[in-house]
């Protein structure tokens, strides 16, 4: 059982300044309570976000910080509250490790929400000790934020699924938009958007992805399943198209006009925004009021969410295009991430890397 009185320590790959390079960090980790899971990392997925917040892009950075939210590890011990995980599941941890438990989205199960909601790093649990993430060979995290991995999953193809394959699910979940027949886009095709691709066309979705330029064409079209390619700069095949969209997921990380897009959707289409970007975005009024269309945004997914992605995925035996690395590897795959080239999703195999090198 987890003990009040003990910290472990670990090992971590961690950025110490904005210069963004990881480099192998000792720490310890909080204090074990009943509520509590410890988890052997195995591998950890590399997400953009993890690109901002090393670079201290977002202006909020703390260091040294070891980052890391696409988590799946095994247990190796348990709280004596814990009844939900035993020792030797393979689990997985998202994006949050907290949250209040008493506000409007807490009682409501979508603590994403929660105004107090705790970082699974870069941030500070309730007891005051910084939160750390996945690229370590261990973490204490409660409960509540750990899902069982379906058997049969590996942990290499389960990881993305936890801020990825959540990203997408979600909103196509909360905004009525999983029955058959929609039409939808996938604006921008990295790891949420190839997620999306394949997470939508197994809803029974026609699916357009829409790039910069028609590098990814043949991917998308013939690995991926998506129904139709759009060009963003081709103006006449846009033109072609507007009108013609139920929803676009538009998971861009940088800034870009939104105009060209709102154009693609349906009297009350939704663009739904999904990258993290502290440039403010422009469009022009009339472009959403003549057709009754709606900007949003959402942000991963419940707990409860995450627990449907990975069933959902399971059972319509969806996989995530990934190449694994080790440790060593991993400042190259960031650079490699910054310049878009992964096709699509690095994931770290923690667990068989030499992590104090």
Same mark, same amino acid.
Not at 176 to 200: D, N, P
Not at 218 to 247: F, K
Not at 309 to 329: A, R, W
């Given at each position: 059982?987890?003990?009040?009185?003990?910290?472990?320590?670990?090992?971590?790959?961690?950025?110490?300044?904005?210069?963004?390079?990881?480099?192998?960090?000792?720490?310890?980790?909080?204090?074990?309570?009943?509520?509590? +899971?410890?988890?052997?990392?195995?591998?950890? /997925? =590399?997400?953009?976000?993890? @690109?901002?917040?090393?670079?201290?892009? %977002? !202006?909020?950075?703390?260091?040294?910080?070891?980052?890391?939210?696409?988590?799946?590890?095994?247990?190796?011990?348990?709280?004596?509250?814990?009844?939900?995980?035993?020792?030797?599941?393979?689990?997985?941890?998202?994006?949050?490790?907290?949250?209040?438990?008493?506000?409007?989205?807490?009682?409501?199960?979508?603590?994403?929400?929660?105004?107090?909601?705790?970082?699974?790093?870069?941030?500070?649990?309730?007891?005051?000790?910084?939160?750390?993430?996945?690229?370590?060979?261990?973490?204490?995290?409660?409960?509540?934020?750990?899902?069982?991995?379906?058997?049969?999953?590996?942990?290499?193809?389960?990881?993305?699924?936890?801020?990825?394959?959540?990203? +997408?699910?979600?909103?196509?979940?909360?905004? /009525? =938009?999983?029955?058959?027949? @929609?039409?939808?886009?996938?604006?921008? %095709? !990295?790891?949420?958007?190839?997620?999306?691709?394949?997470?939508?066309?197994?809803?029974?979705?026609?699916?357009?992805?829409?790039?910069?330029?028609?590098?990814?064409?043949?991917?998308?079209?013939?690995?991926?399943?998506?129904?139709?390619?759009?060009?963003?700069?081709?103006?006449?095949?846009?033109?072609?198209?507007?009108?013609?969209?139920?929803?676009?997921?538009?998971?861009?990380?940088?800034?870009?006009?939104?105009?060209?897009?709102?154009?693609?959707?349906?009297?009350?289409?939704?663009?739904?925004?999904?990258?993290?970007?502290?440039?403010?975005?422009?469009?022009?009024?009339?472009?959403?009021?003549?057709?009754?269309?709606?900007?949003?945004?959402?942000?991963?997914?419940?707990?409860?969410?995450?627990?449907?992605?990975?069933?959902?995925?399971?059972?319509?035996?969806?996989?995530?295009?990934?190449?694994?690395?080790?440790?060593?590897?991993?400042?190259?795959?960031?650079?490699?991430?910054?310049?878009?080239?992964?096709?699509?999703?690095?994931?770290?195999?923690?667990?068989?890397?030499?992590?104090?090198?």
């Amino acid at each position: 059982m987890g003990s009040l009185e003990v910290e472990k320590k670990t090992i971590g790959w961690a950025a110490k300044d904005p210069s963004g390079v990881l480099s192998p960090y000792s720490y310890t980790l909080r204090k074990t309570g009943p509520e509590d +899971v410890e988890i052997k990392v195995l591998c950890c /997925g =590399l997400c953009h976000t993890d @690109l901002h917040q090393v670079k201290n892009d %977002l !202006g909020m950075s703390n260091y040294p910080m070891v980052p890391g939210h696409e988590v799946v590890g095994e247990v190796v011990e348990v709280g004596s509250n814990v009844a939900k995980f035993n020792v030797g599941d393979t689990v997985g941890v998202g994006v949050l490790v907290g949250c209040c438990r008493s506000c409007r989205p807490c009682n409501q199960d979508i603590e994403q929400y929660c105004n107090n909601r705790i970082w699974s790093y870069n941030d500070v649990y309730s007891d005051g000790k910084p939160t750390q993430g996945g690229f370590a060979t261990s973490m204490i995290v409660d409960q509540k934020f750990v899902v069982k991995i379906p058997d049969g999953m590996s942990p290499e193809q389960a990881a993305p699924l936890l801020c990825a394959g959540l990203t +997408v699910y979600s909103p196509l979940n909360h905004f /009525g =938009l999983k029955q058959s027949g @929609l039409r939808g886009g996938i604006l921008g %095709l !990295g790891g949420v958007g190839h997620m999306g691709v394949k997470i939508a066309k197994a809803m029974g979705h026609h699916i357009t992805v829409i790039s910069s330029s028609d590098r990814k064409k043949e991917e998308a079209l013939e690995h991926l399943g998506a129904d139709e390619y759009l060009v963003s700069s081709d103006t006449t095949r846009m033109q072609e198209a507007a009108d013609s969209l139920d929803y676009i997921i538009d998971t861009i990380p940088v800034f870009h006009p939104l105009e060209p897009y709102i154009s693609l959707l349906k009297l009350d289409g939704k663009l739904i925004l999904m990258g993290v970007i502290n440039t403010p975005m422009q469009f022009i009024t009339p472009m959403v009021m003549l057709g009754r269309k709606t900007i949003t945004g959402s942000f991963i997914g419940s707990m409860k969410e995450t627990e449907e992605v990975l069933e959902f995925c399971k059972e319509k035996g969806l996989t995530s295009q990934i190449e694994v690395v080790k440790m060593d590897y991993v400042n190259t795959a960031m650079e490699r991430l910054e310049k878009n080239d992964v096709r699509y999703r690095f994931v770290v195999d923690v667990a068989g890397s030499k992590i104090d090198q």
